[in-house]
C-alpha cells in the first residue's frame, strides 16, 4: 500500500508545481469572475445561508461546514461523495486542483473508506489527528469540546481582535483591517503553549503543524485576512454576500459541478 501512495503524492506534487508554473504565463481571473458562472456563489451571488439544526453533520472545518451552511453541500452534512467535496471546493474557494484532489483522498485514506465510491458525514472528518488536530486557532481540543462542529467564539475573537494590518487601498476605514502572517503566527505559538500546558493528552506532530500552517495560510490567501469578512465565515460559517476568493490564479480551468 506504501508504494501507491509513494506515486500519488508525487504526482499531486508534480501536478501543483506545474500548476504554479501555468499561472505564471496565464492571465488572472477578472475580479467578479472567480467563482465560475453556472456554480453556487458565482457574481457574489451566494444561496441562502441556514445555520445548523440539531441533527445536521459538521465537521472541524469552517470552509466545508459554511458551504453545507449555504446549501452548496448537502445541508444535513451527510452522505457527501469525495469527489463532490473536491470539486465544490474547487469550484467556490478557488484553490488549486491539486489541493482539492489531494485533500479528500487523504481524508478517505484515514477514514478508510474508497474515494471513488464512498461517502461520508462531515462529523467524520472530525476524526482526532486526521485533519483535526490540537491548538486548533477555532476550536477547543478534543480533549475538553468532542464535539468539533462547532467553533470556540473567544478563540476567534482573540485572533481577530489581534489583526494589526491595513488594507493599502484604503488605510483609513476600520472596515479594511487584516491579519497578517505576523499576527497568525503570534496567535498559532500562543495556542500551542496554552494547549500543553492545559491538555493532558495534547499532541502536535510535525504533519499537523503543517497542516495548521496550510489552514493559516488559507485565511489569508483565499480571505486575503480581511476581519470584516471572516468574522462572519469563522463564527457564523456563513460566506458574506457579495465576496468572492482573493485569490484570482486560473487555477481551476477544467472546473465542472459536481454531479
Given at each position: 500500500?506504501?508504494?501507491?501512495?509513494?506515486?500519488?503524492?508525487?504526482?499531486?506534487?508534480?501536478?501543483?508545481?506545474?500548476?504554479?508554473l501555468t499561472n505564471i504565463v496565464t492571465p488572472s481571473i477578472k475580479a467578479g469572475h472567480v467563482v465560475p458562472e453556472g456554480h453556487a456563489?458565482?457574481?457574489?451571488?451566494?444561496?441562502?445561508?441556514?445555520?445548523?439544526?440539531?441533527?445536521?453533520?459538521?465537521?472541524?472545518?469552517?470552509?466545508?461546514?459554511?458551504?453545507?451552511?449555504?446549501?452548496?453541500?448537502?445541508?444535513?452534512?451527510?452522505?457527501?461523495?469525495?469527489?463532490?467535496?473536491?470539486?465544490?471546493?474547487?469550484?467556490?474557494?478557488?484553490?488549486?486542483?491539486?489541493?482539492?484532489?489531494?485533500?479528500?483522498?487523504?481524508?478517505?485514506?484515514?477514514?478508510?473508506?474508497?474515494?471513488s465510491k464512498d461517502t461520508f458525514d462531515l462529523a467524520e472528518i472530525s476524526l482526532h489527528n486526521g485533519i483535526e488536530h490540537d491548538a486548533?486557532?477555532?476550536?477547543?481540543?478534543?480533549?475538553?469540546?468532542?464535539?468539533?462542529?462547532?467553533?470556540?467564539?473567544?478563540?476567534?475573537?482573540?485572533?481577530?481582535?489581534?489583526?494589526?494590518?491595513?488594507?493599502?487601498?484604503?488605510?483609513?476605514?476600520?472596515?479594511?483591517?487584516?491579519?497578517?502572517?505576523?499576527?497568525?503566527?503570534?496567535?498559532?505559538?500562543?495556542?500551542?503553549?496554552?494547549?500543553?500546558?492545559?491538555?493532558?493528552?495534547?499532541?502536535?506532530?510535525?504533519?499537523?503543524?503543517?497542516?495548521?500552517?496550510?489552514?493559516?495560510a488559507t485565511l489569508l490567501r483565499i480571505f486575503g485576512g480581511r476581519v470584516s469578512d471572516l468574522r462572519p465565515f469563522l463564527i457564523e460559517?456563513?460566506?458574506?454576500?457579495?465576496?468572492?476568493?482573493?485569490?484570482?490564479?486560473?487555477?481551476?480551468?477544467?472546473?465542472?459541478?459536481?454531479?
Amino acid at each position: 500500500m506504501a508504494i501507491p501512495k509513494i506515486f500519488s503524492d508525487t504526482f499531486v506534487f508534480a501536478w501543483d508545481f506545474l500548476l504554479t508554473l501555468t499561472n505564471i504565463v496565464t492571465p488572472s481571473i477578472k475580479a467578479g469572475h472567480v467563482v465560475p458562472e453556472g456554480h453556487a456563489g458565482a457574481g457574489g451571488k451566494w444561496p441562502e445561508y441556514v445555520p445548523p439544526g440539531e441533527d445536521d453533520s459538521r465537521s472541524a472545518c469552517p470552509m466545508l461546514n459554511a458551504l453545507a451552511n449555504h446549501g452548496i453541500l448537502p445541508h444535513d452534512g451527510k452522505n457527501i461523495s469525495f469527489k463532490a467535496m473536491n470539486e465544490t471546493v474547487r469550484s467556490t474557494y478557488n484553490f488549486a486542483p491539486s489541493f482539492c484532489y489531494f485533500v479528500p483522498n487523504y481524508i478517505a485514506g484515514i477514514l478508510k473508506k474508497d474515494y471513488s465510491k464512498d461517502t461520508f458525514d462531515l462529523a467524520e472528518i472530525s476524526l482526532h489527528n486526521g485533519i483535526e488536530h490540537d491548538a486548533s486557532l477555532t476550536r477547543q481540543d478534543t480533549f475538553h469540546q468532542p464535539d468539533q462542529g462547532k467553533p470556540h467564539v473567544p478563540f476567534v475573537e482573540e485572533l481577530l481582535q489581534s489583526a494589526s494590518g491595513k488594507d493599502s487601498k484604503n488605510k483609513n476605514s476600520t472596515e479594511d483591517v487584516l491579519l497578517t502572517s505576523e499576527d497568525l503566527a503570534r496567535y498559532s505559538a500562543k495556542r500551542r503553549t496554552e494547549a500543553k500546558v492545559h491538555n493532558p493528552d495534547f499532541s502536535l506532530s510535525a504533519f499537523h503543524k503543517a497542516f495548521g500552517s496550510s489552514n493559516s495560510a488559507t485565511l489569508l490567501r483565499i480571505f486575503g485576512g480581511r476581519v470584516s469578512d471572516l468574522r462572519p465565515f469563522l463564527i457564523e460559517e456563513r460566506i458574506p454576500e457579495g465576496w468572492e476568493p482573493s485569490v484570482h490564479e486560473s487555477t481551476r480551468k477544467g472546473c465542472t459541478k459536481a454531479d
